[in-house]
């Protein structure tokens, strides 16, 4: 069986969560400010402040920008729901938006059009890896926030995706690019809010009180997150070099590859296909030959909201001709042409 995704660890990680466990100092402490301060300098930004999850990161990095009740936040449909959550955990009111067809990131323009005075912050992710053309959104004048869950190690033009925004999350979740088994963090240029997080992560033996988190993350995740880095621009090479083959032997057939763009160099967290055929039965025919594929979304926000389809329609596109094929970077040479074998196989039916 070829999985759809899998996580790239080795004796390196083992052994370094090890040697934390043997220490008996498990929770936040040097190991976390060391491995902030890695993705923080990797990054290019003045520092991060670790979490227990991507999520964690959102909701936090909604309210260290003050983003209440009442206050509206613009968001892509074509996303997961984690963002979805964070904006409904502060009581805010989430504006679903429509994508770019060529990327399936948010659209610049459909967001511009939903800005009101309410409008407090914009969530932007980075989806599959591919770099959102940031700079289209620097003069809306509404605080950015950047979900780097699925791309950190992208650049625009040189420069890493998470430098761009007024604050950024990150996710290390066991299938994202890097992983510390759940774990995120919030990057940003801006020391008080970062200060901001790390007072609201940790609940305890703090005054005056208010509503803190207990959203930390421990050192026996961090130390994992620094072993895991050291090997992102390997995982990372190895994913263009995979989207590489595949941008090859795909080539031809009746399905659109994934974008490519001048200066955005994604790092291919997924390889999206669109194809002109039905997909649900283009995915049980790829099961059927033992090879895992999934719906890049699971369910686009504004089906979830039940919101009006109108306004969606390359959402509704992409929900309907658009499938994620495995790449990671344990995909051997003879995985990788297995999958593109049986592509070609069905499709040419
Ligand atoms: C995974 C993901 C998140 C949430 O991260 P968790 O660590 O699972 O909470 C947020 N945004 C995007 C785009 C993601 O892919």
């Known amino acids: 069986m070829i999985y759809h995704s899998k996580p790239f660890i080795d004796q390196e990680d083992a052994r370094a969560v090890s040697f934390v466990v043997q220490s008996g100092r498990l929770a936040q402490g040097a190991v976390v400010k060391e491995f902030e301060d890695s993705v923080a300098s990797y990054v290019g930004v003045k520092g991060g402040?670790?979490?227990s999850s991507g999520t964690a990161a959102l909701h936090l990095a909604l309210?260290?920008?003050?983003?209440?009740?009442?206050?509206?936040?613009?968001?892509?449909?074509?996303?997961?729901?984690a963002p979805l959550n964070a904006i409904n955990y502060v009581g805010a009111t989430p504006v679903v938006c429509d994508v770019d067809p060529l990327t399936g990131n948010?659209?610049?323009?459909?967001?511009?059009?939903?800005?009101?005075?309410?409008?407090?912050?914009?969530?932007?992710?980075?989806?599959f890896g591919h770099p959102v053309q940031m700079e289209r959104f620097r003069d809306f004048g509404v605080p950015i926030i950047e979900d780097c869950a699925q791309a950190i190690g992208a650049t625009i033009n040189g420069k890493h995706?998470?430098?761009?925004?007024?604050?950024?999350?990150?996710?290390?979740?066991?299938t994202k690019v890097i992983?510390?088994?759940?774990?995120?963090?919030?990057?940003?240029?801006n020391e008080a809010i970062l200060e901001k997080i790390k007072d609201l992560r940790d609940y305890d033996e703090k005054s005056p009180y208010k509503t803190r988190y207990n959203y930390k993350m421990t050192d026996m995740q961090a130390t994992m997150?620094?072993?895991?880095?050291?090997?992102?621009?390997?995982i990372i090479d190895t994913r263009r070099l995979i989207a590489d083959f595949y941008d090859h032997t795909l080539a031809g057939l009746p399905v659109t590859l994934p974008p490519k763009q001048v200066g955005y160099e994604s790092i291919y967290f997924r390889y999206v296909i669109r194809l002109e055929s039905?997909?649900?039965?283009?995915?049980?025919?790829?099961?059927?030959?033992?090879?895992?594929?999934?719906?890049?979304?699971?369910?686009?926000?504004?089906?979830?909201?039940n919101l009006n389809h109108e306004g969606f329609s390359q959402t509704e596109q992409?929900?309907?001709?658009?499938?994620?094929?495995?790449?990671?970077?344990?995909?051997?040479?003879?995985?990788?042409?297995?999958?593109?074998?049986?592509?070609?196989d069905i499709l040419s039916e």
């Not at 309210?63 to 996303?79: F, H, M, N, R, T």
């Open 49 to 51: 402040a670790a979490v």
């Open 63 to 81: 309210i260290s920008l003050d983003v209440q009740a009442g206050d509206e936040v613009i968001l892509p449909s074509y996303v997961c729901v």
């Open 106 to 127: 948010i659209d610049p323009d459909a967001a511009r059009s939903l800005i009101t005075e309410k409008t407090k912050a914009i969530i932007v992710p980075h989806m």
């Open 161 to 174: 995706v998470g430098s761009f925004g007024d604050v950024a999350i990150c996710s290390f979740y066991a």
């Open 179 to 189: 992983t510390t088994g759940e774990g995120g963090m919030v990057l940003s240029d």
């Open 225 to 234: 997150g620094l072993t895991q880095l050291r090997k992102l621009l390997k």
């Open 278 to 305: 039905a997909i649900e039965e283009f995915m049980k025919e790829m099961e059927k030959r033992e090879i895992i594929c999934r719906h890049p979304v699971y369910k686009s926000l504004h089906q979830l909201l």
């Open 318 to 344: 992409l929900c309907a001709n658009a499938v994620s094929i495995p790449i990671y970077p344990m995909l051997s040479s003879q995985d990788r042409e297995q999958v593109a074998d049986v592509i070609k």
